[in-house]
């Protein structure tokens, strides 16, 4: 027989959408700055290349991103138990990132 507290479940979810709705505050925040430090930093490696001061290898750089992917698909975790085992915090944070991050 499963023993399921409904005020700690209830506590967990709140707690999680609370801290989802920092992080998603914060995250809008940050991501903005990121892609306009990206944007800045590919602006002047296209000029310098451009210039013939560097030389980027634009293939080789985005072949790292691809073999990360690549690993991080070949990861083997039953869905269920992984669902199961973060639902009830997970949830909560999902819903209050999405609207932190909406907000912000």
Known sequence: MIDIDPTALGLEFGGGAAIGGVMGFAAKKIAKLVA??????????????????????????????????EHAQNVDVHWLQSILSTLSIGAGFTGGFLIGFKRG
Not at 39 to 59: A, C, H, P
């Open 36 to 69: 306009i430090l990206v944007g800045v930093q590919l602006m002047v490696f296209r000029y310098l290349e451009s210039q013939g001061i560097i030389t980027v290898d634009w293939n080789r750089l985005s072949a790292g991103l691809l073999k990360t992917q």
